[in-house]
């Protein structure tokens, strides 16, 4: 696969090395938490909406980090073991890259 994308091993162990850094951001903008539920990240990108009414910039911001959190959260019940197979997986990483896993 990232030969078909053009990137090298290089590439991978840059992003792998500056994730945790990037959720943090993300995660910053919204006052958001690794532990949130998909209900509350998106309370979170609500309330952060609010604040800047007039600038629609600041808006499209929030929404970007909201789409890139928003896949690694899960309702409390699914993160307590009913998810499977690909979820489990990507929630799991989304996880271990906020905590700069590797």
Do not use: W
């Amino acid at each position: 696969m990232m030969q078909i994308l053009g990137l090298t091993d290089t590439d991978a162990g840059e992003f792998f090395d500056e994730r945790a850094t990037m959720f943090e951001r993300h995660y910053k903008r919204l006052s958001a938490m690794p532990t949130m539920t998909r209900h509350k990240l998106t309370a979170a990108l609500n309330a952060a909406r609010q604040e800047y009414p007039n600038n629609e910039g600041m808006k499209d911001e929030l929404q970007h980090s909201f789409d890139i959190l928003e896949p690694f959260h899960c309702d409390v019940f699914m993160c307590l073991g009913a998810c499977a197979g690909v979820h489990n997986q990507r929630h799991l990483a989304a996880h271990n890259g906020f905590l700069g896993g590797r």
